[in-house]
DNA sequence: GTTAGCACTCATTTGTTTTGAGTGCTAACA
DNA sequence: TGTTAGCACTCAAAACAAATGAGTGCTAAC
């Protein structure tokens, strides 16, 4: 069978109003409310045909339809295709976003170095402004030079190791020598890492250390320090993985379901498993993402849709912003918010 | 009416059934549970007699009784005031922690200079052990010493402040400078800060503060340095709320209800408001604290019962640990195990 | 190809009955 | 005087039984 420009056009109005009210829609809703002409038995046998297709389905017989996962796949890759083509509500929407980033930006310009919280704003506004679940990780795939390294005493067998990075994520980690080190010592120490370690990223600096303990094969201290800078940096290049609005899921019936619901949260607590949201990073071509129902590679959000954006900020700094919501959710309205988002995140960021 | 000895046996025998099954419990039970040798009319005459008194309710005209929040009061007080006699199940629960803090030991020995994240590993690992929520705060009313400071140059006009707490707090901040600093001014500079700032608290901070301003009060840049330096230690010594088993919550139906579970999900997320479960601090007695129900000053947890304790570490670092669970929470357990993790948490603390 | 009409389905709502756990009260008993 | 057996009573919850109505598929006519 054929899926020709009527009926496309039916299943986009199922789609529409299902977003809306979250109920099954039948024929004679159709009928009226759309701009075609037609009578709920015309639209009754294309719905059938489009059931027989698999774009919609009948909860019970005696019920409207919903769309499938592959409806909605439908749907959203429409959505996508036309979507340069439409100025519709960006306008309002663009305003309204610059306010709420002029405010986060003011509030945490001057937190600019724990990005953290920057990131934990962001997904927060984000997600009181679309009602939706958020999710933001920074430093997709790592990569980034190390920018300063540091190696003070805070004590007599106390050295602190602070590190920052190109993305301004900033390390610190205490431990301790079981020798002494002279003054002299920690000022060579100090020299010989920054000529040595600045400028090198995770995986450089991991060659450099095979290269470096065996130059320098005798001193343990060396050795140790390297180690412990290694593993901080390894850490600091980590993806980091923050959420707004998780409570947000409480606002879809569908979602309220107790065990759906926990599940759900225990998903988003759990960031390991958030990752796999994120890992298969396209070629960036900036594309946005999008996983329905079954698609998602989180068993947990199988009822729901995740739409996903990179951002790739001016100094090669990367990451993922995701959308979590019932499969009902306004793929329009997100594609939107996040196609602007990312395009702002770069000025928040860069100001530091 | 007065609360004969009798009268009590039985009100603890409908809070210990009603503990353990969550439903209301009627006189039969009682009279066939319990040792005493009393017949199902006995104990509802004196069941009336403790609902008259507001002990026990019923929720309905034909159903058993259920504690209100003045019988698990009287509960909780009375296990309290015999809890140093008890030794029961101790040893055991002893044995089961002691395992699992030297996993978190082992596993963050290393990491201890991220103490969020120390936290963070306990706050699990306790509602792992105990199937409730918890929460733990560090650092309660402040008043902490600066151990180190340390000002470097990252690029040209971007400086870097480290600051050491004394209870192993680290925070950092990259902040612009407008004007050039030779490396020497940054050394002096440097110096000059480990003299008077090291061993201060943040109020004490606060005070010299005026005063250094006073005396170089020409200096815009030195001033700048204290007023970022001021303003990051206050951010340092801010109480930090970590919690833990969030989704425990779904492990009680009576907790269930989805709007109940929304609004507790949305408190616990909520940090600041979680502090009022800490700020009044009891004069350090030590003692383990109950908020049942109503007694709770966080709303959203009228269903729940709150039990905290606060720990003291060597070096004057306190805070406190909170364990939040449904009204019909095992709070024989969860003393003994707060009193348990209290005593263990300062070896864990005191080994960084 | 479209539509009106009709019989049919079935989740949901509403109402009714049954069941049973639990109570309060009274009268008898130790 | 305190305890208990017995009985009538209450009421939530479960089970059952229409009634409702939104929505369908199919057929026959336009």
Redesign the pocket.
């Known amino acids: 069978m054929e899926l020709d420009d009527?009926k496309f056009k039916i299943l986009e109005a199922v789609i529409r109003n299902y977003l809306q009210t979250g109920?099954?829609?039948?024929?004679?809703?159709i009928s009226k409310d759309s701009d075609m002409?037609?009578?709920?038995?015309?639209?009754?046998?294309e719905?059938?045909d489009l059931?027989e297709m698999g774009y919609i389905i009948?909860?019970?017989?005696?019920?409207?339809?919903i769309p499938t996962d592959k409806g909605y796949r439908l749907y959203v890759d429409s959505i996508l295709r036309q979507k340069e083509h439409e100025i519709s509500r960006r306008d309002a929407l663009i305003k309204k976003r610059e306010n709420e980033l002029a405010k986060i930006k003011e509030e945490y310009a001057s937190k600019m170095d724990r990005v953290e919280e920057v990131m934990q704003a962001v997904a927060r506004t984000l997600a009181n402004d679309t009602n939706y679940t958020t999710m933001i990780s920074s430093s997709v795939g790592g990569g980034h030079k190390i920018k300063f390294v540091q190696l003070s005493r805070v004590e007599q067998h106390k050295l602190l190791v602070v590190i920052v990075m190109e993305n301004n994520i900033i390390r610190n980690k205490v431990f301790m020598i079981s020798e002494t080190l002279s003054d002299e010592s920690l000022l060579k120490l100090n020299m010989m890492l920054n000529t040595t370690v600045t400028g090198l990223t995770v995986e450089e600096l991991e060659r450099q250390l095979v290269r470096l303990e065996r130059e320098n094969g005798s001193q343990p201290l060396l050795r140790e320090v390297l180690d412990i800078i290694f593993e901080t940096v390894r850490n600091a290049d980590d993806v980091q993985i923050v959420t707004g609005g998780t409570t947000n899921i409480f606002k879809y019936p569908e979602l309220c379901v107790s065990e759906i619901a926990r599940d759900l949260i225990t998903a988003l607590e759990d960031k390991k498993g958030l990752s796999s949201l994120i890992s298969p990073v396209s070629p960036d071509d900036g594309s946005i993402r999008f996983y329905i129902g079954e698609e998602t590679p989180v068993k947990s959000m199988k009822d729901c849709s995740v739409v996903t954006a990179t951002y790739e900020l001016s100094d090669g700094v990367s990451g993922t912003i995701g959308i979590i919501g019932p499969k009902r959710m306004d793929y329009e309205m997100v594609v939107e918010t996040l196609n602007n988002i990312r395009m702002r995140l770069d000025d928040l960021f860069k100001k530091s």
């Open positions: 009527r109920e099954p829609v039948g024929s004679r809703t002409a037609l009578s709920s038995a015309t639209i009754r046998n719905m059938a059931e009948q909860p019970h017989t005696s019920a409207g339809r």
